[in-house]
């Protein structure tokens, strides 16, 4: 029955696809203007709305180029309740900044982490706040054509490529299918860890990629489980019952892992960037209580951790661990995928 409702859905999504197509004709023909500035600036996002692992693919970009450079990071702040562009403090929280920039700022204390809806007017708020800044990335602007970023990394789902998905709101893509082709880089995230060159050589003749392009498949490495307020480690086992907490896109790959860990495993699963109240958590926590087991913990995303630290006396000793995720290159390309972003931030600040 949805998939015949949805099917009312085709007219509105071509109406999106038009219009975007408009906007993308005026940027390519110059009747939209696009900005550039005197240092590197990375991209990262992609052509749909959910995850791809924007984030991690940041902070992957963060520990690379941190021992070398000032880097910031500059987003849109998704679901916070301020307007217009905010630098983060110590006083900050997910609701002045957003969820994403918040784990930056909590991982990174040292690095500035800026939030602006319009892009193009916060950078140069950013640089006169930090002026020592030597790069900034860009956490999922891709579609953001008002600024010509130096190096565009575009990531696709390998479940859920965008050469197989639909315009919203029938689908999930917000940008062209053709607007691939102004990546310099694009990631194919979220692969299986065996995947075989076969495969892979297929994605890639798949997405067309272009001669001046490179790409990459990354599969999820998942770290070390730790306490959200203590930062105690701890690791699962089989007799573990696990309550997974998740206000992301997808959390189908999180829930696939676990799964092959534990048979006792349960979810609860909120909207993409779900503000937590305290009725939720009361909710969360009456849940957990009623499993009966002595072996049990909750476990969440570093995303949605940054949204339950507001509950810090509430959470106590509750045994609330979250568990962080990174981008591990297969196929032995991690050297390269680093060698060109370095190569582009050490060759444009020679130019400058």
């Known amino acids: 029955m949805l998939k015949s409702f949805r099917i009312f859905l085709w007219p509105f999504a071509f109406l999106y696809r038009t219009g975007v197509a ?14 550039r500035f005197g240092l590197p600036i990375i991209c990262v996002g992609n052509l749909s709305v959910g995850g791809t692992g924007k984030s991690p693919m940041v902070e992957y970009l963060v520990q690379l180029l941190q021992p070398e450079y000032q880097l910031a990071t500059l987003s849109r702040g998704y679901k916070r309740r301020t307007q ?3 630098l983060a403090n110590d006083n900050s929280t997910a609701l002045d900044i957003g969820d994403e920039p918040m784990q930056f700022h909590v991982k990174f204390p040292e690095m500035a982490v800026a939030v602006g809806e319009k892009r193009v007017e916060a950078i140069p708020q950013l640089l006169h706040d930090k002026p020592d800044t ?5 956490d999922d602007a891709y579609q953001h054509r008002a600024i010509q970023a130096g190096l565009n990394i575009l990531l696709t789902d390998y479940q859920n490529l965008f050469t197989r998905d639909y315009y919203l709101p029938y689908g999930k893509l917000r940008d062209l299918k053709s607007g691939y082709k102004r990546a310099d880089i694009i990631v194919v995230t979220k692969c299986e860890k065996e995947l075989s060159a076969e495969n892979k050589q297929a994605v890639t003749n798949e997405l067309q990629v272009l001669s001046h392009q490179k790409i990459f498949f990354t599969s999820i490495d998942y770290g070390q489980l730790y306490h959200i307020i203590s930062k105690e480690t701890i690791k699962i086992t089989p007799a573990t019952h696990i309550m997974l907490i998740t206000g992301i896109a997808n959390a189908n790959p999180l829930q696939a892992m676990f799964l092959k860990h534990t048979k006792h495993f349960r979810i609860m699963k909120f909207t993409d960037h779900h503000i937590y109240r ?20 909750i476990i969440t995303t570093e995303k949605d951790a940054v949204r339950f630290i507001k509950f810090k006396n509430e959470i106590g000793d509750l045994p609330m661990y979250v568990l962080p995720m990174q ?5 032995g390309e991690v050297k390269a995928f680093q060698d060109l972003v370095t190569k582009y931030v050490a060759n444009h600040l020679k130019k400058n």
């Open 278 to 297: 305290i009725d939720d958590f009361q909710k969360i926590k009456k849940t957990f209580e009623a499993i009966e087991a002595k072996d049990k913990i």
């Open 22 to 35: 408009i906007r993308n004709f005026c940027y390519d023909k110059n009747i939209f203007k696009t900005s």
């Open 84 to 86: 217009g562009y905010a």
């Open 327 to 331: 981008h591990q290159f297969l196929f």
């Open 134 to 138: 030597d790069v900034i990335i860009l």
